[in-house]
């Protein structure tokens, strides 16, 4: 809510004109019947076709006058929804630049997205609408009364006693229904599941010979979506029968109350009219106040879930003033590091130490899921290690500015993720100030040169959304070069090397040799052929580190190493061995 | 084909029917109630006025006229409410009911819909049938049923009154009230520019939403964050823009309408009260309030009206794709005397020939005699044909020529669930339940106990990841295991087929994305499990299938060579230069 009322109070002109005005057309609405009224008790009684007539003029007037009311209302309500949404997206968007790897995992991508498009549209309506009616419906149900009693105070106390009592009826089977919409939902989710899961699944649910429990058990589902249907339709088609009902009593008694009324002459037949008209409206407003409810309830916890990414606080502070570089020749240490990742059951590193000198190559290698991205996460405190420390050129990692660590620090993931642009605005990323030369020579060094310099607009080549223009390989090599363009002092390859051909990536490992002396190079892979040449090879298993050294001295060392090795290489190398 | 879509489609109309019938008492109900309500709504405004009309003025009031009227008011009211119940929960009952039912038999139509169909549609399409169909379909004929019922009689109704009270004021509100609905549509029309431009910026800003936050990380890998956040904002200003131009001008439609009804409202007050003056009255005080309430009501079943045959015709186009579906014919029936099997595993492929397309040849003249026990390999570039293989061996897919047979019998004669049962297949796309992580392993065999479970898990390796999770083996995947690693997918789907025990074996790609080592572990737990038990593998990754006892090298559907590893690289083939690529040697 603090995040709504913030732009409330920004869009303050518009918050307060809109319901105003629309206050204003609704006063209008409240009049008709009073005009109608005099219609009867004084033209027609009278006989006066000037007044008539001049009344039905008045109510055209009030019908325009409405109308240009409405019109204001409607043009404000828009800008201050959309002015809310517009500024949401944005304040979401910054928020979620600052949000650290361990919030982006815990919500997720698509639930940011989500909130990013329609839970913020839902806001949006839900302003839209609370500005235009929220204030309009009870107006005309409280207005309608007080005018009842202008009319006659007598004849009102029936509104008094009937307005709560339809407002019990239609609040009441809302709250009841409301909690059976949402269960109605979540059982209409499980039947698409079900229906997608079949068939996404069907060579297998086949396999197995699952067929019938499959039908079987799509039945029962959709028998309890049936069953919930029914029983919310049940509670809910109250509604339309009780109001009815309760506004024909008090219509009968307004009736009977006019009547004894109009006989003893303190009331008019035209007030009688009147009286009835307010009731019917009355009605008419409660039922869209009803639908108002449901779509603000329905904005509400758009707003809830929304208010809930922005709360989301990031769990990583970073230091006013960095870290002066301390150690001469080390670049990276670990010191008894472990990593729990939030939600997870249990440690996913454990207990890791190495060093890592200027200018060397690491490599690091082990199974799925043994924890060689998480080791390499934590380099760029992309996470905080929950045991130990990582350090950086002889300082703790946690000492560095957010700035600097970039700046030193370039990663190449998993996951080639390029952006809509052109090949060089992606290249820019990673240093905005670089020259066409430093591009091409990242190129180079990314074996990506060749490629580009075959697209027609070589650096201007268009990138489309996410990069699915170029191939796997080729978008692999873009985003080494970017990290290049950044000549960080440490470059960590996650494994970004695994769509490349053995040639290519053995052209890559030569190339990086290259780089200044000074740059430490992490390499992830899961092929032993890629790392033979590092200077130390980190070997992981389980989240233990199993082994660290040279390829060689793997070999004779660490059983592990050995297996993963053999498993690539196998017989060929026994063999090739045996011949030489 | 777009006659068909412009008038109502009478002949999936007519296969409608059936399914109504269960319900045809719901639905007689229904259009009783219907009317009464309608003839209820209708009267209550002339009982009212009557009652009014009773009170001529101070002393004349006909107290027990006013009484009667009251009376009739309150039956009537009484009378409608209990009418609206009943046409609310039949109406449920009737639209519920059938999308149930329709549901129920697509489920078991796409259980026994061929491969060859389910393969040539996407999902979500069949989903959205199954889904969003139904529901348009049960909501769109129904309601649009009932709604235009209650219409016509609530005009028929309203007309008859209004035409016995007063012709020539009928005839005003008569010519009058459509006026609403040309503003409506004049509006619609204007505004409708916007709402297409409003769309395209919105899926433009939602495709950059989408890339920025799936490479969230690299942006902040970067430190790019506020060139990114600039990005966006442009977009998002753009967005606020339209929307705003969108959202205003659509919602001038209620006001002008709105508008439109006011000024009615007032010609049919004047033109009453000149009645009502007149030399020789031709409408009472009561009349007038009657015709004051006709007015204000009388456009709204003009409005639901023009939407229902929209809404019909919408509901018959979306009955019409579930009935194109469940028209689909099925996968051809076991053969009445199809056999059991307790499969050896010796399985023979006789001179098959396979196409999926008529005009495309894939497999031709395949043979091959596979002893029980034995390991195939089948390799070769994509699209050689090694999946359809497998397709033709699981009867996913029937061949077009020649037999495969099982232990001597062709498959075509095996029940397909027994044939099916002897296979444990794990496959490339790894497919897993919405649910626990026990429930998945123990998908071929429900039950299993826990020991069983964790012990096929351990001999795939899948334990030490499971114990890690939250919950363990109770940890709930959500649907397709999208909170589960590649990796991580396919051990839970060996370990599914390891707690099985099949006497067969195919395995699809099913180490792709397995590190190399766990892979080779896996291999050796296959090995162990697949001794004397028959298997296929297909694999591009050659490492995996260097111990088969056979490998079949295939390119465009043809076995090109044949043979163990080391025969193979000696005869320095295709195979050779398959592997040499691999391995850059």
């Known amino acids: 809510m603090k995040y709504l009322l913030s732009y409330f109070r920004k869009y303050r002109r518009e918050s307060i004109i809109a319901p105003l005005f629309k206050m204003l057309e609704a006063m209008f609405d409240l009049l008709v019947p009073l005009v109608v009224a005099n219609i009867i008790n004084t033209g027609i009684a009278a006989r006066d076709t000037g007044y008539i007539l001049g009344q039905c003029g008045l109510l055209i007037l009030m019908a325009l006058i409405g109308l240009a009311c409405s019109f204001t209302a409607q043009y404000f309500a828009a800008r201050a929804a959309i002015g809310t949404a517009t500024g949401l997206r944005h304040q979401l968007m910054a928020h979620i630049q600052k949000l650290s790897f361990t919030e982006l995992d815990t919500i997720g991508v698509s639930t940011l997205i989500t909130r990013m498009t329609a839970d913020v549209n839902q806001v949006q309506n839900g302003v839209n609408m609370f500005l235009r009616l929220f204030l309009r419906s009870p107006f005309i149900v409280i207005g309608a009364m007080v005018m009842a009693f202008t009319v006659d105070a007598g004849a009102a106390l029936i509104f008094l006693i009937a307005i709560p009592v339809l407002s019990v009826i239609v609040f009441g089977v809302m709250k009841l229904t409301s909690p059976m919409y949402k269960q109605v939902q979540q059982k209409l989710d499980a039947v698409t599941g079900a229906t997608r899961e079949n068939l996404t699944g069907v060579r297998v649910v086949r396999a197995f010979g699952r067929e019938a429990a499959e039908a079987e058990r799509f039945a029962q589902l959709n028998g309890e979506l049936n069953a919930a249907q029914l029983r919310v339709g049940r509670i809910a088609a109250l509604m339309n029968p009780l109001t009815y009902v309760v506004v024909n009593l008090a219509l009968i008694a307004i009736l009977c109350v006019g009547a004894d009324k109009v006989n003893n002459s303190t009331l008019l037949s035209g007030d009688v009219v009147a009286l009835v008209n307010y009731m019917s409206q009355i009605l008419v407003e409660l039922v869209k106040l009803a639908n108002l409810i449901v779509l603000l309830t329905r904005a509400v916890a758009s707003l809830g879930r929304v208010a809930s990414v922005l709360d989301a606080e990031t769990s990583m502070t970073y230091p006013e003033k960095s870290a002066q570089a301390d150690s001469a020749d080390e670049a990276v240490r670990f010191d008894h590091v472990s990593l729990t990742y939030s939600g997870a059951g249990d440690e996913s590193i454990t207990d890791i130490s190495f060093r890592a000198l200027k200018g060397q190559t690491i490599g690091v290698i082990g199974g799925t899921g043994s924890g060689k991205s998480t080791l390499v996460n934590l380099i760029p405190r992309f996470y905080d290690a929950t045991k130990g420390t990582v350090s950086l050129m002889g300082r703790p990692v946690t000492d560095w500015t957010h700035d600097e660590l970039r700046d030193r620090i370039a990663v190449v993931m998993q996951r080639a993720q390029l952006f809509k642009g052109t090949i060089r605005s992606n290249l820019l990323y990673g240093d905005t100030a670089a020259t066409d030369e430093m591009l091409w020579e990242a190129l180079e060094t990314a074996q990506a040169a060749e490629f580009v310099r075959q697209k027609p607009g070589q650096l201007d080549e268009v990138v489309e959304q996410g990069g699915r223009n170029l191939s796997g390989g080729q978008k692999q090599r873009l985003t080494i070069a970017r990290a290049l363009v950044s000549r960080p002092d440490i470059l960590i390859l996650d494994d970004s090397a695994s769509a490349l051909d053995y040639a290519t990536d053995a052209a890559l490992r030569r190339a990086l040799r290259h780089l200044p002396e000074t740059t430490t190079t992490f390499i992830v892979s899961q092929r032993t052929s890629s790392l033979q040449h590092a200077d130390q090879i980190l070997v992981l298993d389980d989240g233990e580190l199993v082994g660290c050294g040279t390829h060689e001295a793997l070999m004779e060392s660490c059983e592990v190493y050995r297996e993963i090795h053999e498993s690539q290489f196998r017989n060929d190398h026994a063999k090739g061995g045996a011949q030489a | ?585």
């Open chain 2, 1 to 585: 084909m777009s006659k068909q879509k412009k008038g109502l489609d009478l002949q999936t109309l007519r296969r409608v029917f059936p399914y109504v019938k269960p319900y045809r008492l719901h639905l007689l109900t229904s259009l009783l109630c219907a009317s009464v309500s309608a003839a209820a709504a209708l009267l209550i405004p002339i009982f009212s006025g009557n009652a009014i009309d009773c009170m001529l003025g101070p002393g004349a009031v006909d107290v027990a006229g006013v009484g009667k009227w009251a009376l009739l008011i309150a039956l009537s009211a009484v009378l409608a409410a209990i009418a609206q119940q009943f046409l609310a929960t039949s109406n449920n009952r009737i639209a519920y009911c059938i999308s149930r039912d329709i549901r129920n038999e697509t489920s078991c139509k796409l259980q026994r819909l061929p491969l060859s169909y389910l393969d040539a549609h996407p999902a979500g399409d069949v989903v959205s049938r199954v889904i969003a169909d139904v529901d348009a379909f049960s909501d769109g004929l129904l309601m649009g049923f009932t709604q235009l019922f209650t219409g016509v009689v609530t005009i028929c109704g309203t007309l008859g009154i209004m035409l016995a009270l007063n012709v020539s004021i009928a005839l005003l509100v008569v010519v009058l009230t459509p006026l609403s609905l040309f503003v409506a549509a004049f509006i619609a029309k204007r505004t409708h520019r916007y709402f297409t431009e409003q769309a395209k910026v919105r899926g433009e800003q939602t495709a950059l939403i989408n890339e920025m936050i799936e490479g969230q990380k690299v942006i902040q890998a970067f430190g790019h964050e506020d060139e990114s956040l600039a990005a966006f904002d442009e977009i998002n200003g753009q967005l606020g823009k339209v929307s705003l131009n969108a959202t205003f001008f659509s919602s001038l439609v209620n006001p002008s309408t709105r508008l439109v009804n006011n000024i009615i409202y007032a010609a049919v007050g004047l033109v009453c009260a000149l009645f009502a003056i007149a030399e020789n009255p031709a409408m009472t005080i009561g009349g007038m309030s009657v015709f004051l309430s006709y007015a204000s009501q009388y456009a709204k079943p003009f409005n639901e009206i023009s939407g229902v045959v929209t809404e019909l015709q919408n509901a018959l186009a979306c009955v019409r794709r579930i009935f194109t579906l469940l028209d689909e014919r099925d996968r051809p029936a076991d053969a009445a005397d199809a056999a059991d099997l307790d499969a050896k595993g010796h399985v023979s492929l006789a001179d098959v020939s396979f196409r999926y397309v008529p005009d495309r040849p894939l497999i031709e003249d395949f043979s091959l005699d596979v002893q029980p026990g034995q390991r195939i390999a089948i390799v070769g570039p994509t699209g050689c044909g090694k999946t359809t293989l497998i397709n033709l061996l699981m009867r996913f897919y029937d061949v077009n020529e020649g037999a495969i047979r099982v232990d001597g019998t062709d498959i075509r004669q095996i029940k397909r669930q027994e044939l099916r049962r002897s296979i444990g297949m794990v496959l490339q796309d790894t497919w897993l339940k919405a649910g626990t992580i026990r429930e998945n392993i123990a998908y071929g065999k429900p039950d299993a106990t826990l020991e069983e479970i964790i012990a096929a898990a351990k001999a795939s390796h899948a334990h030490s990841f499971i114990r890690r999770l939250p919950n363990g083996y109770d940890t709930v995947i959500t649907e397709n295991g999208g909170n589960l690693s590649a990796g991580q997918k396919q051990l839970l789907c060996i370990a599914r087929v390891m707690l099985t025990l099949p006497p067969m074996l195919i395995l699809d790609e099913a180490t792709s994305s397995i590190d190399t080592r766990t892979e080779l572990r896996i291999q050796s737990a296959f090995a162990k499990m697949m001794a004397g038990r028959t298997s296929f593998i297909v694999a591009h990754r050659l490492s995996t299938i260097r111990e088969a006892d056979v490998i079949l090298v295939m390119r465009d559907g043809h076995i090109v060579e044949q043979g163990n590893h080391d025969t193979l690289i000696a005869q320095n083939g295709f195979y050779a230069t398959l592997y040499n690529a691999q391995f850059g040697l």
